[in-house]
């Protein structure tokens, strides 16, 4: 199966809090990061989290990890119809080795 | 600081042509990644180089795909004799050496092959 699991989509009203969640396979995952694709563009990383780290919050974003059930989570406070996008979880076993990609969940805001 | 830069955005090849993908990493990179994504998927890891040399190509197709990093000037990702399947987009990122913050790939804005 998948090494990084990730619900496809999620809808919420403007204003409502996020919630997009994250499943991971290997315990040796040291760096957990959420990037964020809109159309027809690249990937910005948003914030990233040790795996040492239970949460991090970063202005409107927190990210909490459940390491022993190996789950991740970020969390949009105050959501935009701006922060409609594909959010993508990914797994680094190393600060330097490659990043392996959920397939994105889909944000979509309305007004 | 300028961002990734990756060129052409847009690439239309006919079946068996090759396919030329240029990536220059940010300013004090010396890291570069080359992931591909399909349709609808996520991004999955193709090579990882540094100047000069291939560090992991794990993910590389065995044949007809080839990556470069030069001394000087931009990384390249080559497709020889390209077919329908090989249709996605193409994402280049880079980070700093170790001496910097480690941890952070960016993203240039991605290539997107069309082969017709």
């Known amino acids: 199966g998948e090494d990084v699991e990730q619900s496809l989509f999620l809808s919420v009203r403007e204003g409502d809090s996020s919630v997009i969640n994250c499943t991971y396979t290997d315990s040796s995952s040291t760096y957990l990061y959420w990037y964020k694709q809109e159309p027809g563009a690249g990937l910005q990383l948003l914030t990233y989290?040790?795996?040492?780290?239970d949460m991090k919050q970063d202005q409107r974003l927190t990210v909490l990890l459940n390491k022993k059930d190996k789950h991740l989570s970020l969390r949009i406070a105050d959501t935009q119809t701006g922060d409609s996008a594909i959010y993508f979880c990914?797994?680094?076993?190393?600060?330097?080795?490659?990043?392996?990609f959920g397939k994105g969940t889909m944000l979509l805001v309305s007004p | 600081n300028a961002g990734v830069m990756q060129n052409p955005r847009h690439l239309v090849r006919r079946r068996g042509q090759e396919a030329r993908l240029r990536c220059s990493p940010m300013?004090?990179?010396?890291?570069v990644y080359w992931y591909r994504q399909l349709p609808e998927e996520g991004l999955k890891f193709m090579v990882y180089?540094?100047?000069?040399?291939?560090?992991?190509e794990s993910g590389m197709p065995k044949e007809r795909f080839s990556a470069e990093f030069p001394k000087e000037g931009p990384s390249i990702l080559r497709i020889q004799q390209v077919v329908r399947g090989d249709s996605a987009a193409y994402f280049c990122a880079s980070s700093p050496p170790t001496t910097g913050s480690p941890y952070e790939q960016y993203f240039g804005p991605g290539t997107r092959l069309t082969v017709t």
């Open positions: 990914a797994e680094s076993l190393t600060g330097y080795s490659t990043l392996t």
């Open positions: 989290i040790f795996s040492n780290m």
């Open positions: 180089l540094q100047k000069e040399n291939i560090i992991d």
């Open positions: 300013k004090g990179h010396s890291h």
